[in-house]
Every structure is written in C-alpha cells, then in structure tokens.
C-alpha cells in the first residue's frame, strides 16, 4: 500500500489501481467488520461565520482505522460500501452516532452552535422509509430536528430529481435543513437547481481552492455566491484554507465557511474542547 499525506492532519490509505476488485472486496469485508465491532468513528469540523468568526455549526465526517491499513478515506470507502449494498447500514450508524454526540454535548452542558450537518449518500436517497429512519434517530436519541442538517451532493440529487424533492421537502417540513453538497460538480442545470427545495448551497472546494489565481474559479465562486442570494438560499464555502480566500469570500458576500484555515475534522472531545467549552469560542478570523 502506498500512504498519501491528505487532510485532517493524518495519512490516508491510498488504495494502488491494480488492487482492483480482489482489494474492494476485502476493503468491503473489512469495513463490515470495523461497523460491526463499533471501530468507526465520526469526526468534527467546524462551520464559521465569517463576519464574527463564530462557529455556526459543524460537520460530521466519517473515519475509519483499518489496523491493516491505517486511515482509510471516505473518499474510498464510500463508494465501495454504495456499491456493495452497505451504504445502508453505514448511513444508519452516522446518523445515529452523530445524533448521540449533540445529545451528548447538551447533556455535558456545552452550548452546540446551529446543526450538525450530515452526509447523506446518493443511495440513502432513494432508500425506502429513508425519511422515517432519520425522524427515528433523531427521536431516539431526544435530539430536536433542528439540530441536525443533511448534506446532498449535487450529482446524488441528479440521480432522481422528482424522489429527492419529495424527500427534501418532507424533510424540512419536519425542521431539518439540507445543503446542496460540492456546489458546481453535478451538472445540474439551473432549471433543476430552482425547484431543489435547499436551505444553502455548498461551493465545492475545487473552486475554493485556485479562486485567488485562477480567474474561472474566481468567477464560478462569484456566480454560485449570486445565484443563491437571488435564489434565497445561504451559501457556504468549503475547503477554505487561507485568510485570503476567508477575506475573498467575505468581500463577495458568502458570510459562512469551513475549511483547515478554521479546523480540521476532530473527534468528539477534541472539537468540543476548542469549540464548545466552555462557551463557543470566536476563531481567528481576521478583521476585514
Ligand atoms: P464532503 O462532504 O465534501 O466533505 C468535505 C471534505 O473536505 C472532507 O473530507 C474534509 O475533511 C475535507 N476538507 C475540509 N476542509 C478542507 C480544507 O480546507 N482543505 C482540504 N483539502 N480538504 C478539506 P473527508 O472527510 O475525507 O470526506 C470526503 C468525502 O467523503 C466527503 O466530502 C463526503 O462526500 C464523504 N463522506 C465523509 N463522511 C461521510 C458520511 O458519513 N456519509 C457519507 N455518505 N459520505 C461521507
Ligand atoms: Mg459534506
Ligand atoms: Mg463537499
Ligand atoms: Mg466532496
């Protein structure tokens, strides 16, 4: 196995193309197992409000230690379990892992700020009685709809627009909010993007990343940000890694972002101890 320096501050398994299938299914096998014996774990990286540096909530990101070998990437491991029919179960376990930590914190006497957002997967989606397992978790561990927030990537959306308008909307009937997750990848035409009934859209990182340097990206950052205020949508931009950009971002009127320049996904104790205690610290956000 080669070991890819990546984000989070830790080295990501980096499975070798020629790994192929053999290496998938044992990857899928290994990964049953690591849910089975409670070896996952979530993550915790903090959403910002640029004016004030506040947190304004957070997102959970799933990791996964394989003693074999190390971190494995969500990146990795995701698409292996959707395409292995146990996207289902893992969905299932975050929700219900990320539900138990804001009760946890309340119950702790921590003040979590706005939501904790969640990923969902393309296939979650058009899962049967999706809808009721999320109002389920959420019951069960006495945690309010308004705590918790789902991210939908914009090419899982396309899959099947009429079913995950439907679910949308039922579910922000019910109090939760939905992004659209990396903004700009999915192809979605404008058409499709203003019957998505969202709360916020999600400017992918790829753009982030060159918008200071390369003028496209630039413009793309600028367009997603004036598309959803013209759309009444919030924005959010993600992969932000310098002051520069946080200033950028702020000066083209995106007043939310998340990236390592605030923090990186942390567990549980280590988050709450930066973010949470014992009131919700202001980051070093620059004054602009
Ligand atoms: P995502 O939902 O777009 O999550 C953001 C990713 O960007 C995370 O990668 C996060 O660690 C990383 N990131 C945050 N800030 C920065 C930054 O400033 N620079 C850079 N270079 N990266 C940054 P991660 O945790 O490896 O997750 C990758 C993807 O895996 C996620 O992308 C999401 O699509 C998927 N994923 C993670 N956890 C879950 C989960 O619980 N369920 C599902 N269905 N998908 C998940
Ligand atoms: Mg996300
Ligand atoms: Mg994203
Ligand atoms: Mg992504």
């Known amino acids: 196995y080669r070991a890819k320096a990546a984000g989070g501050g830790f080295v990501f398994y980096q499975p070798e193309m020629s790994d192929g299938l053999v290496e998938r299914m044992e990857l899928a096998k290994d990964l049953g197992h690591a849910l089975a014996a409670g070896a996952l774990e979530l993550h915790y990286q903090p959403q910002v409000n640029l004016d004030d ?58 003040a979590f700020p706005g939501r904790l957002w969640v990923n969902l997967a393309a296939q979650q989606l058009a899962e049967k009685g999706i809808v009721e397992t999320i109002r389920a978790t ?9 705590c918790l927030a789902l991210e939908l990537t914009e090419s899982g959306l396309m899959e ?26 999915g192809y979605s035409s404008l058409a499709y993007l203003k019957r998505l009934p969202a709360d916020k859209l999600k400017i992918d990182m790829s753009f982030v990343r060159d918008m200071l340097s390369d003028h496209h990206d630039y413009t793309i950052v600028t367009t997603i940000i004036g598309m959803a205020r013209n759309l009444g949508l919030e924005v959010i931009a993600e992969g932000v890694e310098a002051q520069a950009q946080a200033r950028a971002l702020r000066a083209l009127g995106c007043n939310e ?17 930066r973010w949470l205690a014992p009131a919700a610290l202001p980051a070093t956000v620059p004054s602009t």
């Open 53 to 110: 540096g506040r947190a304004i909530g957070a997102e959970a990101l799933l990791r996964w230690r394989d003693p074999q070998r190390g971190w494995v990437s969500p990146a990795v491991f995701i698409p292996i379990a959707e395409s292995r029919g146990m996207i289902g179960a893992l969905g299932k376990w975050v929700l219900g892992e990320a539900c138990r930590q804001v009760r946890a914190w309340r119950d702790a006497g921590l």
């Open 138 to 146: 959420t019951r069960a561990a006495g945690v309010d709809s308004s």
């Open 160 to 185: 099947n627009v009429e079913g995950a308008i439907e679910i949308m909307d039922t579910l922000r009937r019910d109090g939760f909010s939905i992004a659209i997750d990396d903004f700009g990848t």
């Open 257 to 273: 972002a998340q990236g390592y320049y605030f923090g990186r996904p942390e567990p549980a104790a280590a988050f709450a101890a």
